[in-house]
T-cell receptor
């Protein structure tokens, strides 16, 4: 157990729907990162939050959004889902820039 | 872009042999490097790191080598075991940067 908790572990939904993925960082970590991993790509950075504020943005689609709450947990919202959004979504956390600790991921399947 | 699955570079080794996984990085301002291991169905796990003021660092059965001149990083695994089968990612952090940049990954397959 890495200390980073992601729920749900698996999610199956239809095209056009909206889902919310949840992440609780390791105790004491202020930064949360979201990554997408598809079958034909590596780890694609989506977005980072630090203590509730957006810190960095990567290849995140406009249909996707995230936030970090005062208790430091984070949610990634994916809307108007398409088949190509099927992927593993990882959350990671860190206390400072450097090594990040990953959760076990949410596997999203869009049918 | 990077690729996993069928498009990942694959290294196949015999159990008990040593493995060397390579990574080229492009940012000369990077000063911190990490190797992660990702087993099937799991999140990437930290293996070992190295700062740019070093050229070698050893862990348990693993060694990371850094050649800043040619911007090359390698991970050596001694006496490779079936449990080492996984995808290995290198990651770099730019000096004063905020975020790791991941390489595309290499799949290591260990033959019994």
């Amino acid at each position: 157990d890495s200390g980073v908790t992601q729920t749900p572990k698996h999610l199956i939904t239809a095209t056009g729907q909206r889902v919310t993925l949840r992440c609780s960082p390791r105790s004491g970590d202020l930064s949360v990162y979201w990554y997408q991993q598809s079958l034909d790509q590596g780890l694609q950075f989506l977005i980072q939050y630090y203590n509730g504020e957006e810190r960095a943005k990567g290849n995140i689609l406009e249909r996707f959004s995230a936030q970090q709450f005062p208790d430091l947990h984070s949610e990634l919202n994916l809307s108007s889902l398409e088949l190509g959004d099927s992927a593993l979504y990882f959350c990671a956390s860190s206390v400072a820039p450097g090594a990040i600790t990953f959760g076990s991921g949410t596997r999203l399947t869009v049918v | 872009g990077e690729s996993v699955g069928l498009h990942l570079p694959t290294l196949s080794v015999q159990e008990g042999d040593n493995s060397i996984i390579n990574c080229a990085y492009s940012n000369s301002a990077s000063d911190y490097f990490i190797w992660y291991k990702q087993e099937s169905g799991k999140g990437p796990q930290f293996i070992i790191d190295i700062r740019s003021n070093m050229d070698k660092r050893q862990g348990q059965r693993v060694t990371v080598l850094l050649n800043k001149t040619v911007k090359h990083l390698s991970l050596q695994i001694a006496a490779t075991q079936p449990g080492d089968s996984a995808v290995y990612f290198c990651a770099e952090l730019e000096n004063a940067g905020n975020m790791l940049t991941f390489g595309g990954g290499t799949r290591l397959m260990v033959k019994p």
